[in-house]
Nanobody, 112 residues
């Protein structure tokens, strides 16, 4: 059984920064295919950033240059550093491993 625990969401003004963390526990082989999606009410859950199967990163166009995905394999943790935040980044952010396991979600609110 895999568990994903997220932290780091909150309220920030436009232009500010936040860092999200997601720690995985359980039967984990490696952290590939692990990353973040986000969802606003009434819309589908969209990719934000993810480590692909070969370990490279894939970012949504809307966050390229502003968000950075990183990981600490020793801690089974991935991080999403978010800078230059915009009101349209407001959403619930979900951590996922292989799109099979999901965290509980953490709210990010960016005020204008």
């Amino acid at each position: 059984q895999v568990q994903l625990v997220e932290s780091g969401g909150g309220l920030v003004q436009a232009g500010g920064s936040l860092r999200l963390s997601c720690t995985a526990s359980g039967s984990i082989f490696r952290l590939n295919n692990m990353g973040w999606y986000r969802q606003v009410p009434g819309k589908q859950r969209d990719l934000v950033a993810v480590f692909t199967g070969d370990g490279s990163t894939n970012y949504a166009d809307s966050v390229k240059g502003r968000f950075t995905l990183s990981r600490d394999n020793a801690k089974n943790t991935v991080y999403l550093q978010m800078t230059s935040l915009k009101p349209e980044d407001t959403a619930v952010y979900y951590c996922t491993l292989r799109s099979l396991w999901w965290g509980q979600g953490t709210q990010v609110t960016v005020s204008s």
